[in-house]
């Protein structure tokens, strides 16, 4: 058996004193493509795992495998064929193109960079075939400049971009956080498509539970650093098992006739400083333990697709490290 | 009910090269006292725009032309610049979108909050100054500390609380909020939309929320105003509008919501909103609409009365 495309083994990031992510292994195996969606708030590390896996950031322990070969220690050679499997799509469809040129530009420049293509005719194809595979119309778009297209439209650009490059893996980081709701379900309905139609895997990175929910597989439910509950996305919001993912869940306010959502606040237990040795979640957590706060608790498997970090779940077996993707299922995969 | 802010017949143009451009079209609505109206719609579709009109903050380009709004029976456009600067934050005040930029980052949270009292001709002695912000911070869910701190130093949802205290430290009768929450994430936006209702309910005053998110419209207010190519094309009580919505792109916006209930039931709006200089004839959200036939072409719908209570900007409403 061939190495898996990505492997992080124990990867950490710290931040002077702060830990920015803490001790993540997981294996991204492109041979079962998927939608893996990370959610957490502002500073739980998603966007870090995201950098880390993008290559962007070095670990600040532990280390990322490609292929088989240390990150770090990569060939020239390996290292351009790590960009041209591993694509990006990031937050902001505004900041990423150069306003003077058309947006041809950012389809044509990694045609160039890669030789995808022996022809310019042959580079056109391959760059309309892209648009299409996002829902675009090429006439609509090339030769036009930024300003002329919407952000829904720069966005899918970038998609496309990323597509053109035939990747095995796409990391996209809030792609839609900055696109107006209407045009949400677009975009990431093109990013359906992808590991549907050409198999390419993807993990998304978001802090929106009900959009990862609409497009994912699975779930990674991260909280300060560490990853809360992860599994199948269907188990995982139907019947969260982490306090903190059955807060996030209850906290989404719903069209509904039903007025349930504002509550008398009570005591907000939000904001204090996380313990550092204990579970990150014990001074919000309404259920917690005397040994929460002194130890952290370890992925538990408590079904065969979903694993959860709290005590709660001691019974069921601890998750072996790395182990975290014998949880996750690939692409409509029944459990 | 009585009417604590009236908005009649409202106009925003902003002067462009190729013509005027309507933001705002002939927006009329009363919001009762104690109520919580919400105005929903996709960016640039005038909510934002109308919000900064009621409080006569229109910048050039922009200029309001036509319209009255009036507050408690007083009559805006007859304040002269120094009556407006009073009345805004004292009666009508404004939680701003995106807190993290419309705290002043070099002053101390007392220093703002000092600023607001000066400005409009509070006077307190030191001691009843110290007092007034810590029962205000406390209001908000803030501890007294934070007064002394930098904007810097603070979160996300505690600089939002911030905003919220300076807001309501004049006791205004009106709260405007402009997305007050689309930068925090769920849990803490949970906390603050709380703060906000429940300082709402012992000041007794009126709240318009301006958003998008129609799972905070449902949960948070009792009628919504929904606003597209500048105009108020449906208003409701939010039960109405969530069982029955009247305008097409009512629904489509409520669809266009993911649901944690199914899966793959997330849809957009087709096509994209359209450019307010370059509207489409008849009414405007035709081209997207899935109802539209010739008339909606051809005939722009009127606002009218579909039940009582209730408006809507639809031939087939």
Same mark, same amino acid.
């Given at each position: 058996?061939?190495?898996?495309?990505?492997?992080?083994?124990?990867?950490?990031?710290?931040?002077?004193?702060?830990?920015?992510?803490?001790?993540?292994?997981?294996?991204?195996?492109?041979?079962?493509?998927?939608?893996?969606?990370?959610?957490?708030?502002?500073?739980?590390?998603?966007?870090?795992?995201?950098?880390?896996?993008?290559?962007?950031?070095?670990?600040?322990?532990?280390?990322?495998?490609?292929?088989?070969?240390?990150?770090?220690?990569?060939?020239?050679?390996?290292?351009?064929?790590?960009?041209?499997?591993?694509?990006?799509?990031?937050?902001?469809?505004?900041?990423?193109?150069?306003?003077?040129?058309?947006?041809?530009?950012?389809?044509?420049?990694?045609?160039?960079?890669?030789?995808?293509?022996?022809?310019?005719?042959?580079?056109?194809?391959?760059?309309?075939?892209?648009?299409?595979?996002?829902?675009?119309?090429?006439?609509?778009?090339?030769?036009?400049?930024?300003?002329?297209?919407?952000?829904?439209?720069?966005?899918?650009?970038?998609?496309?971009?990323?597509?053109?490059?035939?990747?095995?893996?796409?990391?996209?980081?809030?792609?839609?956080?900055?696109?107006?709701?209407?045009?949400?379900?677009?975009?990431?309905?093109?990013?359906?498509?992808?590991?549907?139609?050409?198999?390419?895997?993807?993990?998304?990175?978001?802090?929106?539970?009900?959009?990862?929910?609409?497009?994912?597989?699975?779930?990674?439910?991260?909280?300060?650093?560490?990853?809360?509950?992860?599994?199948?996305?269907?188990?995982?919001?139907?019947?969260?098992?982490?306090?903190?993912?059955?807060?996030?869940?209850?906290?989404?306010?719903?069209?509904?006739?039903?007025?349930?959502?504002?509550?008398?606040?009570?005591?907000?237990?939000?904001?204090?400083?996380?313990?550092?040795?204990?579970?990150?979640?014990?001074?919000?957590?309404?259920?917690?333990?005397?040994?929460?706060?002194?130890?952290?608790?370890?992925?538990?498997?408590?079904?065969?697709?979903?694993?959860?970090?709290?005590?709660?779940?001691?019974?069921?077996?601890?998750?072996?490290?790395?182990?975290?993707?014998?949880?996750?299922?690939?692409?409509?995969?029944?459990? | 009910?009585?009417?604590?802010?009236?908005?009649?017949?409202?106009?925003?143009?902003?002067?462009?090269?190729?013509?005027?451009?309507?933001?705002?079209?002939?927006?009329?609505?009363?919001?009762?006292?104690?109520?919580?109206?919400?105005?929903?719609?996709?960016?640039?579709?005038?909510?934002?725009?109308?919000?900064?009109?009621?409080?006569?903050?229109?910048?050039?380009?922009?200029?309001?032309?036509?319209?009255?709004?009036? $507050? #408690?029976?007083?009559?805006?456009?007859?304040?002269?610049?120094?009556?407006? @600067?009073?009345? *805004?934050?004292? +009666?009508? &005040?404004?939680?701003?979108?995106?807190?993290?930029?419309?705290?002043?980052?070099?002053?101390?949270?007392?220093?703002?909050?000092?600023?607001?009292?000066?400005?409009?001709?509070?006077?307190?002695?030191?001691?009843?100054?110290?007092?007034?912000?810590?029962?205000?911070?406390?209001?908000?869910?803030?501890?007294?500390?934070?007064?002394?701190?930098?904007?810097?130093?603070?979160?996300?949802?505690?600089?939002?609380?911030?905003?919220?205290?300076?807001?309501?430290?004049?006791?205004?009768?009106?709260?405007?909020?402009?997305?007050?929450?689309?930068? $925090? #994430?769920?849990?803490?936006?949970?906390?603050?939309?709380?703060?906000?209702? @429940?300082?709402? *309910?012992?000041? +007794?005053? &009126?709240?318009?929320?301006?958003?998008?998110?129609?799972?905070?419209?449902?949960?948070?207010?009792?009628?919504?105003?929904?606003?597209?190519?500048?105009?108020?094309?449906?208003?409701?009580?939010?039960?109405?509008?969530?069982?029955?919505?009247?305008?097409?792109?009512?629904?489509?916006?409520?669809?266009?919501?993911?649901?944690?209930?199914?899966?793959?039931?997330?849809?957009?709006?087709?096509?994209?909103?359209?450019?307010?200089?370059?509207?489409?004839?008849?009414?405007?959200?035709?081209?997207?609409?899935?109802?539209?036939?010739?008339?909606?072409?051809?005939?722009?719908?009127?606002?009218?009365?579909?039940?009582?209570?209730? @408006?809507?900007?639809?031939?087939?409403?």
């Amino acid at each position: 058996m061939s190495a898996p495309l990505l492997e992080t083994r124990h990867v950490g990031k710290r931040y002077g004193a702060m830990t920015a992510l803490s001790d993540l292994s997981m294996t991204i195996d492109t041979t079962r493509p998927a939608i893996t969606a990370v959610v957490g708030e502002s500073g739980s590390g998603k966007t870090t795992l995201a950098r880390i896996i993008l290559g962007l950031t070095p670990p600040s322990e532990g280390q990322v495998l490609y292929r088989g070969h240390d990150m770090a220690g990569l060939s020239g050679r390996q290292k351009r064929e790590f960009r041209r499997e591993v694509q990006a799509v990031f937050q902001d469809p505004y900041e990423v193109y150069n306003p003077f040129y058309r947006v041809d530009h950012v389809l044509t420049t990694p045609v160039k960079n890669f030789g995808l293509a022996s022809s310019r005719a042959e580079a056109r194809t391959l760059i309309e075939g892209a648009l299409r595979a996002v829902g675009l119309r090429p006439e609509e778009i090339l030769g036009r400049f930024p300003h002329q297209l919407s952000g829904g439209q720069r966005q899918r650009i970038m998609v496309a971009r990323a597509v053109l490059m035939k990747p095995k893996l796409i990391v996209a980081d809030e792609p839609v956080s900055m696109v107006d709701a209407s045009l949400r379900a677009t975009i990431l309905g093109s990013l359906r498509k992808l590991t549907d139609e050409m198999g390419i895997s993807i993990i998304y990175i978001t802090h929106d539970l009900a959009t990862a929910y609409q497009v994912s597989d699975n779930i990674l439910v991260m909280y300060r650093a560490c990853v809360a509950e992860a599994g199948e996305v269907e188990r995982v919001v139907k019947h969260p098992q982490h306090p903190y993912t059955q807060l996030l869940i209850s906290s989404i306010p719903k069209v509904s006739t039903t007025r349930d959502w504002l509550e008398d606040e009570g005591e907000q237990k939000a904001a204090a400083a996380p313990s550092a040795i204990g579970c990150r979640f014990v001074e919000r957590c309404p259920v917690a333990m005397a040994k929460c706060a002194t130890t952290l608790p370890p992925l538990y498997r408590t079904e065969p697709a979903r694993a959860a970090a709290c005590f709660q779940y001691e019974a069921s077996p601890e998750l072996q490290a790395g182990a975290l993707d014998e949880v996750l299922v690939k692409a409509h995969e029944v459990v | 009910m009585n009417a604590i802010l009236k908005v009649e017949g409202l106009r925003v143009e902003f002067d462009h090269a190729l013509g005027a451009v309507k933001a705002v079209d002939d927006v009329s609505f009363a919001l009762n006292a104690g109520e919580r109206l919400g105005l929903a719609g996709e960016s640039g579709s005038g909510k934002s725009t109308m919000a900064l009109a009621i409080l006569r903050m229109i910048k050039p380009p922009g200029r309001i032309v036509a319209g009255r709004v009036s $507050l #408690d029976g007083e009559e805006l456009s007859a304040l002269d610049h120094e009556g407006m @600067r009073r009345l *805004r934050l004292a +009666g009508i &005040a404004m939680v701003p979108q995106g807190s993290m930029n419309s705290l002043n980052p070099v002053m101390r949270i007392k220093a703002q909050l000092a600023d607001a009292f000066r400005d409009h001709g509070v006077h307190l002695s030191n001691a009843a100054f110290e007092a007034r912000v810590a029962e205000l911070l406390r209001t908000v869910g803030l501890r007294p500390e934070v007064a002394t701190l930098y904007p810097h130093e603070l979160s996300g949802g505690m600089k939002q609380r911030a905003c919220i205290a300076i807001a309501i430290c004049l006791r205004p009768k009106v709260i405007i909020a402009d997305e007050p929450t689309s930068a $925090l #994430d769920v849990v803490v936006q949970r906390h603050v939309m709380e703060t906000l209702a @429940r300082v709402q *309910r012992d000041l +007794g005053c &009126a709240i318009i929320l301006v958003g998008h998110d129609m799972g905070l419209m449902a949960q948070f207010v009792d009628r919504l105003g929904v606003m597209y190519a500048g105009r108020l094309v449906e208003l409701a009580p939010i039960g109405e509008i969530i069982t029955r919505p009247r305008h097409p792109y009512t629904q489509a916006l409520i669809s266009s919501l993911p649901s944690l209930e199914a899966r793959g039931t997330m849809q957009g709006i087709p096509g994209l909103a359209p450019l307010l200089r370059e509207l489409p004839p008849g009414c405007a959200f035709h081209p997207r609409c899935p109802r539209a036939e010739d008339r909606c072409r051809a005939e722009k719908p009127a606002v009218r009365e579909v039940a009582p209570g209730q @408006r809507a900007a639809c031939h087939f409403a």
